[in-house]
């Protein structure tokens, strides 16, 4: 049976745990409620820059002799931003669980500043890394969410604005720090080998004086407008584009059919609709597949293809044409059945990965949605030819449709092409 305990400290940190008996191994780490989604025009880019500078945190002193520690225990520690939180974990042997939750605590609870030197530092380590990002296909999903919701909301860029990344100061990271990084915003974390009594006592024992502070804070309202992204640079011999369509929330119901439809047209290799139909018998396509993203309260399925310019017209229009066929045909019973078996497999293999089953219960509890693996099956399994039939007409329609395009590309002759029925 899959055991899931929730509690709360008195300073209102959320702590989530999931106990594998047989694991030799834990996972843990701390979810804060902050990413681009909460950014606005000034401060775009700073939740990411944040993250990056939590490790060099005046506070922690000694932080590359901590960081050296972990790494010579074998402990994995990464973090990341999103669009809607900032998470950073450590996965090792389960006895090493002590130090991990110690050292999160460390890191997370007290920041207050960092020299003039480390700060310029690590701010060019983040705008090399938005260049970087700016210049290569990886930003079509983003530019999916741009196109779907606007410049707000979690239609924002996670790298953020490079101006204001540039000009941003330590004052304007300590008090992004102050206002975000609280208990009743985090969520703790831990999977794997370990007893809930000795967890529960980490956590009181190392976050219970992390001060308890409210949290205000004025949030953008989402375009509720679909749109198109077309960013025309010049990018070699091929090009990218995607279109997507959008989607209801991370806790939908309908979230197992989307990803059973997602698997099917999409899913990575030759096997899918898409790559049979674009790929494989004309030849149009180097790479084409399928990416869904669920958020707190909106969600976003794409089909994205890197072709020759020449090609992406057509390659656009062999993908609408398909989205038409399924609204009218569906799906046949071996490719429901082989879809839905891939996502059980899914959902089973990332359990058995403590790093990736924290990573998904961490989302799962920012989003105060209850996970279990046999509720999850059991969803999974009920998914039926009908009920697909119903989601695909509620979401290929033209209303629900953007475009996204990075390349050499003609939009108006694109769009010209462009017809969902």
Not at 81 to 98: A, D, R, V
Not at 333 to 346: D, P, Q, R, V
Not at 396 to 416: P, R, T, Y
Request: hydrophobic share 35%; aromatic share 10%; charged share 25%.
């Amino acid at each position: 049976m899959y055991e899931l305990m929730n509690v709360y400290l008195e300073n209102g940190l959320k702590v989530v745990l999931h106990r594998i008996p047989t694991s030799k191994t834990i996972a843990c780490g701390v979810w804060v409620k902050q990413g681009s989604r909460y950014e606005d025009d000034s401060t775009s880019g700073l939740s990411h820059l944040l993250e990056h500078l939590i490790f060099t945190s005046n506070n922690n002193e000694g932080t590359e002799n901590l960081l050296d520690e972990i790494a010579s225990k074998g402990i994995v520690y990464n973090a990341t931003t999103t669009k809607e939180y900032t998470h950073y974990y450590f996965s090792g042997i389960s006895y090493n669980l002590g130090f991990c939750i110690s050292t999160l605590a460390k890191l997370l609870t007290q920041y207050n500043d960092v020299s003039d030197e480390k700060f310029e530092n690590e701010k060019k380590i983040v705008l090399r890394e938005a260049s970087s990002y700016y210049s290569s296909f990886k930003q079509i999903a983003e530019r999916s969410t741009q196109a779907l919701w606007g410049n707000s909301n979690v239609g924002r860029i996670i790298v953020g604005d490079m101006k204001v990344i540039e000009n941003s100061t330590r004052e304007s990271i300590v008090n992004l720090y102050n206002k975000s990084y609280t208990p009743e915003n985090s969520i703790l974390v831990i999977v794997g080998g370990f007893e809930y009594h000795e967890a529960i006592e980490l956590a009181k024992k190392n976050f219970a004086s992390w001060e308890d502070k409210i949290i205000n804070r004025n949030e953008e309202l989402v375009n509720k407008e679909v749109g198109i992204y077309l960013n025309t640079q010049k990018t070699g011999d091929n090009s990218i584009v995607s279109v997507c369509f959008k989607l209801p929330e991370f806790d939908s119901p309908y979230r197992n059919t989307i990803e059973v439809i997602s698997l099917i047209l999409g899913d990575g290799g030759i096997k899918s609709r898409l790559a049979k139909e674009i790929r494989m018998k004309r030849g149009l396509a180097y790479i084409i597949n399928s990416f869904e993203s669920f958020y707190e309260e909106r969600g976003l399925l794409g089909f994205a293809s890197v072709c020759q310019p020449k090609t992406i017209n057509e390659v656009v229009e062999l993908m609408i044409k398909e989205f038409s066929k399924c609204k009218k045909e569906g799906f046949t019973k071996n490719e429901i059945e082989s879809a839905k078996n891939k996502l059980i497999t899914k959902r089973i293999l990332g359990i058995e990965n403590v790093a990736d089953h924290l990573k998904f219960l961490g989302k799962c509890a920012t989003y105060n949605s209850s996970f279990s693996l046999e509720q999850e099956i059991r969803n999974i399994k009920k998914i039926s030819g009908e009920h697909i039939m119903l989601i695909l007409d509620d979401i290929f329609h033209e209303n629900n449709m953007s475009i996204a395009a990075i390349g050499d590309i003609n939009i108006d002759e694109l769009l010209e092409r462009i017809k969902l029925v």
